[in-house]
């Protein structure tokens, strides 16, 4: 019909309103996009946005972190940081008021003709509140580098002590073989001999320990093969981090020297001998003699027993049938505490820096001690913190490594029976520790309901920063004041004076 009226001929060649309709169309489509770009756009353009009531709001150009009120009228109140800002809405809200505060970021300009209230909050809490995969994980460690060889000290030099504490790091050093030990010399001049530890048969989780040393007692230095020994010094961070046994020193034996009735012994041996045993594969067995039976021991023990006896010619070769016949005793001497076997001590010049590991297996606590030629980071490129309070060679940790952007939330831990229970400390990348009052103010910071465990002689070295506490963060301050003295200063570099005119 349209073919017939426009071009008076039924027979329509092609559509005469194509074009029309195409234009319709388009026309729709376009003015369908401009809707939904200005919809995109004021979405994610926040200008002009009105800054939300009883929440937090950051500004997009200067990054100042505000909390909004509305006691009576509508108030900007301005905070030093996020974790400020969620303890304030702690305080006035109560409850997870803080952990369900998700931050607005809006344009400057929105934040004009909104009153202000005074600087409130924690200057100096941490930046960084984690999200679950922002957390590190459960392993701990302090090393310690010596730059300098005591061993080759000439004159007035001094052996500097590097200390550094980690946290998220695993494998600081290589293991310190069951071969080896190390004499270590505290800044109080306690010596101790560190050595590996069986942890299912000695003190639970330690694969290492420290026992203090007499190295003027020459039985006790005789035994163990100790000649001309140098200490290397360490600090009292990485000392008190290794789990310690009882001093090594001669064993008192009950009734030593007197005769044996309630077995036989070939050679008419008395109370306190040690004898040995040959095994199919040629090693011995040794045991120490005692008043109701026999004692099996280790060759270290059964060194330090002849050295203390002052015999010589080696211990005497019994049958297995004799030690077969006599008894066990009921009343072993306590041993568990000496080495396996008689350790090698690693001089300082083969690795300067050794190293304590702290980690989680089983949900209880494991420790090892490790060496290295300077102190470990997983990756080169890194380096660690420099500490404000590092002090050199003193009782002070020096520095801290953690993976950037990353922090811990755990609780503070002396053995796996509190693992649920320490107190709770969030640690930055940092160094710092921030003490949390409770649980509910760890959820209300957006920190979740579990904390890993941390190991009390370690974090008690860092740096401690203010307690995250809302109650804190309700103070108020027209300016924050810092101290004229004490402190360390950043060093600017200087610019090369060659360079430029």
Known sequence: MESALVRKDAVMLHEPTRTQTR???????LAAVCVLGFLVYGYLDPTGKVPPENGIVISKQSGAVYVAINNPTKMLVATPNMASAKLL???????????GATPTTVDEGALTGVSRGAFTGIPGAPE????????????????????????AVRGDEKPAVDTTAFGGVTNLGRRLKESEGLLLKSPTGTTYLVFASDPEKGLPGAGAVRAKIDLTNKVITGALRISNPTPRLASTALINSIPEVNELKALEV?????SISAYTMTGGRKVGDVVRTQRADSSYAYYLLLKDG???????????????SSTSGGWPTVSLADVNNAPNTQNPVAMK???????????????????????????????????ANATPTPDPKLRAVELAQADGSGD???????????????????????????????????????????????????LGTNYAPAPEVILRTLPTGPTLDPKEAARMFDAVELEDTGGKRRVTPTANPAAGG
Do not use: H, Y
């Not at 234009?23 to 489509?29: E, S």
């Not at 809405?89 to 952990?99: D, E, N, S, T």
């Not at 009950?254 to 007197?258: A, E, H, I, V």
């Open 337 to 371: 505490d000496f080495p396996k076997v008689v350790p090698t001590i690693v001089p300082i010049s083969e690795q300067t820096t050794t190293c304590l590991n702290w980690g989680v297996q089983n949900n209880k606590p494991v420790t090892w001690v490790g060496l």
């Open 294 to 308: 026999v004692q099996q021991i280790q060759q270290a023990v059964a060194d330090l027993m002849q050295t203390a």
């Open 128 to 151: 960084l509140l984690p999200t679950p995969e922002q957390l590190v994980s459960p392993d701990w460690g302090v090393c310690d580098q010596l730059t300098v060889d005591q061993s």
């Open 396 to 446: 002070k940790v020096d520095k801290f490594f953690m993976p950037p952007g990353k922090a811990a939330v755990v609780r503070s831990s002396t053995s796996e029976n509190n693992f649920d229970k320490g107190p709770i400390f969030l640690v930055s990348d940092r160094g710092v520790r921030f003490g949390i009052p409770d649980k509910k103010t760890a959820e209300g910071l957006g």
């Open 254 to 258: 009950p009734d030593k020297g007197s």
């Open 23 to 29: 234009a319709t169309v388009v026309g729709a489509i």
């Open 89 to 99: 809405l702690l305080a006035m809200g109560g409850g997870a008021a803080g952990q």
